[in-house]
C-alpha cells in the first residue's frame, strides 16, 4: 500500500529547548566539554577599548572560526549560513533559536582591527592543541597527511609547535582571501 507523509507536521508547536536539540554524542559537545574558552579573554583584555559600542564577543569570534576549520567549511560566509540552521553550531556558541547571527564580515572586520599581524590565533590553537592532547583526545602517535599515513618519531613538541605554526598561517591565509573577496 502507498503511503503519504502529512507535511503538516511543520506547522505543529512544539516546547523544545535547544539543548535536547544536540545529540548527547555530537563532537561539538565533546569539545564544548572538553575545551575552556574563557582563557581568550585573558588573551584580548588589551585589544578592547572601555567606550564605543560593545564588541562581538572574541569567544564568539574564535567558536566561529574553530566550527569552520574543525568541519571543514570553506568560508566565513558560508560557516555563519550554517550557524544560522543548525542547531549543534548555535548551542556551542551559546546563541537561541532566535538569536541573530553576526555578519560574515563582522568576523573580517574584527581580525584586521585586532587580530591581524599578531601571533593570536597561534597562541589559541596552541593551547586547545594542548588542552586535547592533555585530555588524551588526540595522540601524536599517527598522522594522516593528504590521507597518506605517516608515523610521528621526532619530538613531539617541537613537531607540534611547527604544525600549529603552519595551519595557523595557512588559516589566517585564507581568512585574508575571504575578506577580499567580501
Known amino acids: ?13 512544539e516546547i523544545i529547548t535547544l539543548d535536547q536539540l544536540v545529540p548527547a554524542n555530537h563532537l561539538i559537545r565533546k ?16 585589544m578592547y577599548s572601555e567606550v564605543g559600542r ?4 572574541p569567544v564568539i569570534l574564535v567558536k566561529l572560526t574553530f566550527i ?16 544560522e540552521t543548525n542547531m549543534a553550531y548555535r548551542w556551542f556558541l551559546g546563541y537561541g533559536f532566535h538569536d541573530k547571527v553576526p555578519h560574515f564580515s563582522t568576523f573580517g572586520k574584527n581580525y584586521e582591527r585586532h587580530f591581524k599581524d599578531i601571533d593570536l590565533f ?4 596552541y593551547r586547545i592543541l594542548m588542552t586535547a592532547a592533555e585530555r588524551k583526545l588526540i595522540s601524536a602517535k599517527h598522522i594522516f ?26 588559516y589566517q591565509g585564507r581568512l585574508q582571501d ?3 573577496r567580501s
Open 1 to 13: 500500500m502507498l503511503s503519504k507523509h502529512n507535511s503538516n507536521q511543520r506547522d505543529q508547536l
Open 31 to 46: 569539545i564544548e566539554a572538553s575545551v575552556d574558552f574563557n582563557f581568550i579573554y585573558d588573551l584580548v583584555i588589551d
Open 54 to 57: 560593545p564588541s562581538i564577543d
Open 68 to 83: 569552520q576549520y574543525t568541519f571543514g567549511i570553506r568560508s566565513m560566509l558560508k560557516t555563519i549560513e550554517e550557524v
Open 122 to 125: 597561534e597562541q589559541i590553537f
Open 145 to 170: 597527511v593528504d590521507s597518506t599515513h605517516v608515523k610521528a618519531n621526532a619530538n613531539k613538541r617541537k613537531f607540534e609547535k611547527k604544525i600549529v605554526r603552519k595551519e595557523t598561517r595557512a
Open 178 to 180: 575571504d575578506k577580499s
